[in-house]
């Protein structure tokens, strides 16, 4: 069976991911991902991606959706699956108190994009 743990380094520290989604009828979906210190699995990072989820292309975090950036005045596309963004989740996480050794409550992921300047307003379920 294939490891579904996915490695990144970040500031030389190991950490170890994975995403998973959710489907919700009539409401969308929930892309989680699931961060973890290399080593402790028992006090994970957890990030939820509450969107529509479009009924070809899916979750639209996952495939890649082009997202207007406030702060650099420029639209970019937002893939989560992208190794720059797990690294933007983990270095954010860690601003918010985690440590990769302590409980912290489950965070809301599109918080994260909204505070990194991303306009949000096109993920909200429909």
Same mark, same amino acid.
């Given at each position: ?7 990144? =380094?970040?500031?030389?520290? %190991? *950490? ?6 959710? #489907?919700? #009828?009539?409401?969308?979906? %929930?892309? =989680? ?12 990072? =957890? ?37 720059? *963004?797990?690294? #933007?989740?983990?270095? #954010?996480? =860690?601003?918010?108190?985690? &440590?990769?050794?302590?409980?912290? %409550? ?5 918080? *994260?994009? &909204?505070?990194?300047?991303? %306009? ?7």
């Amino acid at each position: 069976m294939k490891n579904k743990l996915r490695k990144i =380094v970040v500031d030389n520290i %190991d *950490y170890r991911y994975y995403v998973s989604f959710n #489907e919700y #009828e009539y409401r969308g979906g %929930d892309m =989680v991902v699931k961060i973890f210190l290399n080593g402790n699995k028992t006090t994970p990072l =957890v990030l939820h991606f509450l969107t529509f989820i479009d009924p070809i292309k899916g979750h639209p975090l996952n495939n890649g959706i082009d997202l207007f950036n406030r702060l650099t005045q420029s639209k970019v596309r937002v893939n989560i699956h992208e190794p720059k *963004y797990i690294r #933007e989740l983990i270095l #954010e996480g =860690v601003k918010r108190g985690w &440590t990769g050794s302590n409980h912290i %409550d489950k965070q809301n992921g599109i918080d *994260y994009l &909204t505070t990194w300047g991303f %306009d949000t307003s096109s993920l909200v379920p429909h």
